[in-house]
C-alpha cells in the first residue's frame, strides 16, 4: 500500500501543484484546505504522515499539531512555512511538529524529508535484510538504559532525563539527544547527522540541524549548570561535560 499523506494548505496554487507532485511520487494523498478539515479528516481516516501549512485561516498548522499531539498521535508532522524566523521555526517544534520546509521549496526537498520521516516510522519489510535489521533495532532497544554526561535514556520507552527531571521531547529531539549521548565526547559531524537522524543530508545552507540543536539544549540547560552540546565551528556536535 502506498504511503497516505493528509495535506492541508490553503493556497489552492500550492495545493494543488503538491498534491499532484506527490501523487505522480506513487503516495495516496488527501488535500484539504484548512485546519478544520485537517483534524476531521485525520480522525476520520488516519494518515501514515501529515504535511501542514502553518499559515491558515482559522485553526492554523500549529494548532492542528498540538491537538493531535494532546491527543497522543504520534503520526509525523511536515510543517510548510513561509516564516524564516528561527523563533517561528522553534515554534513549530515546540507545537510537535518532527520537520520543516522554508517556502518557497524545492519538491524534491518535501520528498526527501518525507521518506525520512517514513523511515523512522516504518517498520521495515519482513524477511531477509530487513527481517535481520528490526531484530538487531529490537537488540538495542532491550538494552540497559543509557547514561552519559547527566543523560539517562530509556530508548525503549522513549523517556529521557537530566539529573532527576525528565525532559519533554519530540520524536526528533529524542532521536538526536539518543545520537549524541550514544556517542558521547565523540564530534558528530553535520553531514553524519543528518544521515543518522534524517536520513537526507541538506547541505551547508540547511538551518534545520542548528535549529534542533538550540531548541534541544533549552531543553536540557539548568542555571548553573555546564552545557552539555558543544559546537565545534566548522565540523559538528559533542555531547559531554566540561
Known amino acids: 500500500m502506498p504511503p497516505n499523506v493528509l495535506l492541508a494548505e490553503d493556497d489552492r496554487a500550492i495545493r494543488h501543484a503538491l498534491e499532484r507532485a506527490l501523487t505522480l511520487e506513487g503516495y495516496e494523498v488527501t488535500a484539504v484546505a484548512d485546519g478544520v478539515e485537517a483534524l476531521a479528516q485525520a480522525h476520520r481516516n488516519p494518515p501514515d504522515v501529515l504535511v501542514l ?7 492554523d498548522g500549529l494548532q492542528v499539531c498540538r491537538v493531535l499531539r494532546a491527543e497522543g498521535d504520534r503520526t509525523p508532522i511536515l510543517m510548510l512555512t513561509a516564516l524564516v524566523e528561527t523563533a517561528d521555526r522553534i515554534a513549530g517544534l515546540d507545537a510537535g511538529a518532527d520537520d520543516y520546509v522554508v517556502k518557497p521549496f524545492d519538491v524534491e526537498e518535501v520528498f526527501a524529508r518525507l521518506r525520512a520521516l517514513l523511515r523512522r516510522t516504518s517498520p521495515g519489510p519482513a524477511g531477509g535484510a530487513g527481517a535481520e535489521g528490526t531484530a ?3 537488540a538495542l532497544s532491550d538494552r540497559q538504559q543509557l547514561e552519559a554526561a547527566g543523560i539517562r535514556m530509556d530508548p525503549q520507552a522513549r523517556r529521557a532525563w537530566r539529573g532527576r527531571r525528565e525532559l519533554e521531547l519530540t520524536r526528533t529531539e529524542f532521536e538526536l539527544l539518543e545520537l549524541l549521548v550514544r556517542n558521547a565526547g565523540i564530534v558528530l559531524d553535520h553531514s553524519t547527522i543528518y544521515d543518522r537522524i534524517w536520513g537526507y543530508d541538506f547541505g551547508p545552507g540547511s538551518k534545520n540541524l542548528a535549529v534542533y540543536v538550540g531548541y534541544l539544549r533549552r531543553k536540557l540547560d539548568e542555571p548553573g549548570a555546564p552545557p552539555l552540546i558543544h ?3 566548522g565540523v559538528g556536535y559533542v555531547l559531554r561535560e566540561d
Open 53 to 59: 501549512d502553518v499559515m491558515m485561516p482559522g485553526i
Open 136 to 138: 538487531r533495532e529490537a
Open 231 to 233: 559546537t565545534v565551528r
